[in-house]
């Protein structure tokens, strides 16, 4: 596997980005010209840090399902939109165009995200086809289209279910001009990729109307999806076992919540 961290330079049009690539090998024993899905992770933190917990064990997890993994460690606040989107625009242009180096297929790259990391990852579902956003960084939209999303109990509506502290820190002082662009629910399109969602009835911290909006939306645009609702559990769960929960928060991890790892790899090799 290659772990070394790049830097992705950005132009100017935001931060420069750090991205940590986990890349399967291949073997001739198996199939030496294999090329792997990659899914570009987007940890959740309510865009004022990256959680550790959505992080590198999530990464470790799916590379037992076979998919190469990019973790990208994109902008939070004092950052403000766009520019986590475009660095995220710009390591998915940057993964497609060295696909060959990093034995994936350049047109099964998905984007999952958890909580502010599922807004993130929805944002460039939604914006993707926009190019005032990719020429911000000299790409095109095909450049930087994502193939699928994950996303996990996502942040997506700055309305009545909003978690209104991701809107601050995305936002900043710009929050009473750009809330509405960044409502996703009120920008799906027909070009949103293919879609997984999961979240939890009783999340108290993103209600589960944030997925039931989404999901809603990607209906009536024609956009294929999939909704996976769990009754318990708190927000946060990511792998929803020991390797993301000490022994006191273990109390928080659910088998039943810990399956979507095997729903969405169930539905990703349906598309």
């Known amino acids: 596997m290659n772990t070394k961290p790049l830097t992705l330079d950005m132009g ?113 579902g939604v914006f993707w086809g926009k190019p005032f956003y990719s020429q911000r960084i000299g790409l095109t939209p095909e450049d930087v289209r994502p193939n699928a999303l994950m996303l996990g109990y996502p942040v997506i509506t700055s309305g009545e279910f909003a978690h209104k502290d991701s809107f601050k820190n995305l936002l900043g002082e710009e929050i009473d001009i750009f809330g509405q662009t960044v409502s996703l629910e009120l920008q799906v399109n027909k070009d949103v990729p293919p879609t997984f969602l999961w979240h939890t009835w009783f999340d108290q911290a993103v209600p589960v109307e944030n997925s039931l909006l989404f999901a809603s939306a990607l209906r009536r645009a024609g956009v294929p999806a999939a909704l996976h609702i769990f009754t318990k559990g708190t927000h946060g769960l990511s792998l929803s076992n020991d390797q993301v929960y000490g022994p006191a928060g273990m109390l928080n991890a659910r088998a039943d919540t810990a399956r979507w790892v095997e729903l969405f790899i169930d539905w990703l090799r349906q598309l």
């Open 12 to 124: 100017g049009a935001a931060p420069d980005v750090v991205i940590r690539p986990y890349l399967l090998d291949n073997s001739p024993e198996v199939e030496e010209g294999r090329k792997h899905p990659l899914v570009v992770l987007l940890p959740g933190g309510g865009y004022r840090f990256r959680s550790f917990r959505e992080d590198e064990p999530v990464a470790v997890r799916l590379l037992c399902e076979g998919l190469s993994v990019c973790v990208v460690e994109y902008a939070v606040a004092p950052v403000i939109f766009p520019a986590a989107m475009l660095q995220v625009m710009r390591v998915i242009a940057y993964a497609r165009q060295h696909s060959e180096e990093w034995r994936i297929d350049p047109d099964r790259i998905i984007l999952m995200g958890f909580s502010a990391g599922g807004h993130l990852a929805a944002s460039v």
